[in-house]
């Protein structure tokens, strides 16, 4: 209990903030309906009706709560207004792109540290390729991938391998160099070769520092995945709903998607942080 009385405290001390926010934002509408039909209205009028607002410019938490709902369980899971299925078209590129990545960084890493030629040459450019904001590339890489005849999951998917590879080359290469000099020296005069030191020390050693950068590798996947959807005008996926939203004003249903998507982002962090704990404890490194 004393663990779960912060969280609740700092939860409820959030959605309070949020309340106050969303009178505040929304009352200036009241305030003009009122004006409109030239009458007055009270701050005790005014809260109700700031909470209650069909296109509030920010949703109160209740309302936000009443779409997910509604777009989650009062929805067939194949219908185009079920954010389970909007959620699916988007978590299936989020997962192809973040293997893409996983195993492109891996790949990286694995080279950067044994071989110094690439150490010097791929790892700044890993770097720079950070710098180049997400939203200006994401439309290129869809052109071009059409051009060639490449379109629906897998640009996506590129674009979220995009994202999630370099944490997991920083996080591996962090790991299979957290090995100190004396390990390393045991096993030369055990007369290890390079592979075996590999597989033997190198790469167990690197365990908590992959699943530590997978963590945030998926989570950036899976923004990936909603920008990838946004330059393509998407029919369906978060990044659809969203799109959806901003075009018709409706920012309940864009405040639904952006908690599904957080959602599912938890979810996804959630299985990588439990297959953590069952592979770390079988390698004797985690109680």
Same mark, same amino acid.
């Given at each position: 209990?004393?663990?779960?009385?912060?969280?609740?405290?700092? *939860?409820?001390?959030i959605?309070? $903030?949020?309340?106050?926010?969303?009178? @505040?934002? +929304?009352?200036?509408w009241a305030?003009?309906?009122?004006a /409109?039909?030239?009458?007055?209205?009270? $701050?005790?009028?005014?809260? &109700?009706?700031?909470?209650?607002q069909?296109?509030?410019?920010?949703?109160? &938490?209740?309302? !936000?709560?009443?779409?997910?709902?509604?777009? !989650? *369980?009062g929805?067939?899971?194949?219908?185009?207004?079920?954010l389970?299925?909007?959620? @699916?078209?988007?978590?299936?590129?989020?997962?192809?792109?973040?293997?893409?990545?996983?195993?492109?960084?891996?790949?990286?890493?694995?080279?950067?540290?044994? +071989? /110094?030629?690439?150490?010097?040459?791929?790892? &700044? @450019?890993?770097?720079?390729?950070?710098?180049?904001?997400?939203?200006?590339?994401?439309?290129?890489?869809?052109?071009?991938? +059409?051009?060639?005849g490449?379109? #629906?999951?897998?640009?996506?998917?590129?674009?979220?391998?995009?994202?999630?590879?370099?944490?997991?080359?920083?996080?591996?290469?962090?790991?299979? =160099?957290?090995?100190?000099?004396?390990?390393?020296?045991?096993? /030369?005069t055990?007369n290890?070769?390079r592979?075996?030191?590999? @597989?033997?020390? /190198?790469?167990?050693?690197?365990? &908590?520092?992959?699943?530590?950068?997978l963590? !945030?590798?998926?989570?950036?996947?899976?923004?990936g995945?909603?920008? #990838?959807?946004?330059p393509?005008?998407? *029919?369906?996926?978060?990044?659809?709903?969203?799109?959806?939203?901003?075009?018709?004003?409706? %920012?309940?249903?864009?405040?639904a998607?952006?908690?599904?998507?957080?959602?599912?982002?938890?979810?996804l962090?959630?299985i990588?942080g439990?297959?953590?704990?069952? %592979? $770390?404890? =079988?390698m004797?490194?985690?109680?």
């Amino acid at each position: 209990m004393k663990s779960v009385l912060p969280i609740l405290t700092v *939860v409820a001390v959030i959605v309070a $903030l949020w309340y106050a926010a969303a009178v @505040w934002m +929304n009352a200036q509408w009241a305030y003009d309906q009122a004006a /409109r039909a030239e009458t007055e209205v009270t $701050l005790a009028e005014v809260i &109700p009706q700031t909470l209650a607002q069909e296109r509030p410019v920010l949703p109160a &938490p209740h309302q !936000v709560a009443a779409e997910l709902w509604k777009s !989650v *369980v009062g929805q067939k899971v194949t219908s185009k207004r079920s954010l389970i299925y909007h959620g @699916w078209i988007t978590l299936s590129a989020t997962l192809l792109g973040f293997a893409i990545g996983t195993g492109l960084g891996i790949l990286l890493a694995v080279g950067i540290i044994h +071989n /110094r030629a690439m150490d010097l040459s791929v790892m &700044p @450019w890993a770097i720079a390729s950070q710098t180049i904001p997400i939203l200006a590339i994401a439309p290129m890489i869809i052109v071009v991938m +059409n051009s060639v005849g490449l379109s #629906g999951l897998l640009p996506k998917a590129v674009i979220s391998a995009y994202l999630s590879f370099f944490p997991v080359v920083v996080g591996m290469v962090k790991g299979l =160099r957290s090995p100190d000099a004396m390990q390393l020296d045991l096993l /030369r005069t055990y007369n290890a070769s390079r592979g075996e030191t590999f @597989w033997k020390l /190198r790469l167990p050693s690197s365990m &908590p520092y992959l699943f530590a950068s997978l963590k !945030v590798g998926v989570a950036a996947s899976l923004v990936g995945a909603i920008v #990838g959807e946004l330059p393509t005008g998407a *029919v369906a996926g978060l990044g659809a709903r969203l799109l959806s939203g901003s075009y018709y004003g409706q %920012t309940v249903q864009i405040w639904a998607a952006l908690f599904a998507a957080a959602i599912a982002a938890a979810a996804l962090v959630g299985i990588i942080g439990a297959i953590q704990r069952v %592979t $770390l404890r =079988r390698m004797g490194m985690a109680r």
